[in-house]
Nanobody, 113 residues
Framework: QVQFVESGGGWVQPGGSLRLSCAAP????????MGWYRQAPGSQRELVAT???????KYASSVKGRFTISRDNAKNTVYLQMNSLKPEDTAVYYC???????WGKGTLVTVSS
C-alpha cells in the first residue's frame, strides 16, 4: 500500500509561516510530478502548487509569491513553504503524485488570530 507521510500543519496567526512536508515512496517520487492541493470547509479541493521531476514549478495565483514548493530527491520528500499566511489559506492540505490515485491523508492548516 502506497503511503505518503505528511507533516507540518498547525495553527498560525495571519502573517506567519509554516512548512509542510510529504515523504513518498522512492518509486513514486522519482517518476511523478508532485503536488500540493488544499480543501477548505465547504469548498472543492484545489491545486496549490506542483513541482515536476524536471524542476518546473507551478502555483495557484492565490499563493504565488507567498508559497514555495520544493523537492528533495535524496529524501523523496516534497515541501511547501508557506509565508505571509492569510485566514483564507485555512484548509486541509494534501500531497499527491500528479495524475495518479496516490494521495496523502492531509494535514490541517489553520490561520487565525
Amino acid at each position: 500500500q502506497v503511503q505518503f507521510v505528511e507533516s507540518g500543519g498547525g495553527w498560525v496567526q495571519p502573517g506567519g509561516s509554516l512548512r509542510l512536508s510529504c515523504a513518498a515512496p522512492g518509486s513514486i517520487f522519482s517518476n511523478y510530478n508532485m503536488g500540493w492541493y488544499r480543501q477548505a470547509p465547504g469548498s472543492q479541493r484545489e491545486l496549490v502548487a506542483t513541482a515536476s521531476t524536471g524542476g518546473t514549478k507551478k502555483y495557484a495565483s492565490s499563493v504565488k509569491g507567498r508559497f514555495t514548493i520544493s523537492r528533495d530527491n535524496a529524501k523523496n520528500t516534497v515541501y511547501l513553504q508557506m509565508n505571509s499566511l492569510k485566514p483564507e489559506d485555512t484548509a486541509v492540505y494534501y500531497c499527491t503524485a500528479e495524475f495518479t490515485s496516490y494521495w496523502g491523508k492531509g494535514t490541517l492548516v489553520t490561520v487565525s488570530s
